[in-house]
């Protein structure tokens, strides 16, 4: 797909989640991204691909507020957040995933979710013991629905499967009504069946909650997502559809070895 092609597509869906305009990032000499241009529409599911050390994760800190850009500007639905710390992301509905755990261990799941929906309202500082009739009590409840975690609500996480735990990430992604995520690696150390799991889980989110997966496995980006974006050495390599990138020769010789399909 071209890009021409591609920017009409996001200019006839309305509002964009996500803006980067020629957004870099230098530590010392070393360039981890340059002239990273991008636009995501509002409920938009991105994969971004690439061999490690392509710049994936440096662009979601750039994005997160992690590590500021060097150079350009960010957009979150409109608005310019690129100097803006993490916290304040957060505030406006930015959320992410990280590839190693960050999760309460001591903490059961409802709990863990509880605190994540708690931790963007307004009560977050209250000492009151919340009443079931909670309002984040409720949404963490429902959260733990959508992530197939009913079974294991009262579990203390230091007791869950590394697939459980990695569920139970996107569901704390999920608390406090996000309008966007990103999802770094999802899938790491899955199960096959863990995996079927969490593409039933990723493609029956909320339709306006918009998402950027960077993932290794292709099997599972492809299926989750409805455009891809290629890195390699810190810059966009290609763009296009799942189907498009797949079956790209380019793509196969250079990251799947040829031999993908």
Do not use: W
């Amino acid at each position: 797909m071209t890009a021409n092609v591609a920017a009409s597509r996001l200019q006839d869906s309305g509002a964009y989640a996500l803006e980067l305009d020629s957004v870099a990032r230098h530590f010392g000499a070393l360039v981890a991204l340059t002239g990273i241009n991008m636009r995501i529409a509002a409920g938009e599911r991105r994969a971004v691909l690439g061999s490690n050390g392509a710049g994936k994760t440096t662009l979601f800190n750039a994005i997160t507020g992690d590590f500021l850009p060097t150079e350009g500007r960010i957009k979150f639905f409109g608005e310019d957040i690129t100097d803006l710390p993490p916290h304040e992301r957060i505030r406006r509905g930015l959320r992410r995933t990280y590839q190693i755990s960050q999760l309460f261990g001591g903490l059961s799941v409802l709990d863990n979710i509880y605190l994540a929906c708690r931790g963007v309202s307004r009560k977050r500082y209250s000492l009151i013991r919340p009443k079931p009739s909670d309002a984040n009590r409720m949404q963490a409840e429902s959260i733990l629905h959508a992530v197939h975690l009913e079974s294991v609500r009262d579990t203390p996480v230091s007791n869950l499967s590394h697939g459980q735990q990695r569920q139970l990430e996107i569901a704390m992604a999920l608390g406090g009504a996000p309008r966007f995520i990103l999802f770094d690696e999802p899938a790491a150390g899955l199960s096959p069946t863990e995996r079927r799991d969490l593409i039933e889980i990723l493609n029956a989110l909320p339709a306006h909650i918009g998402y950027i997966i960077i993932e290794h496995d292709l099997d599972v980006a492809l299926r989750v997502s409805e455009y891809v974006s290629m890195m390699h050495n810190g810059k966009l390599f290609k763009e296009g559809t799942p189907e498009e990138i797949e079956n790209d020769p380019q793509v196969q010789e250079i990251y799947l070895g040829g031999g993908h399909g």
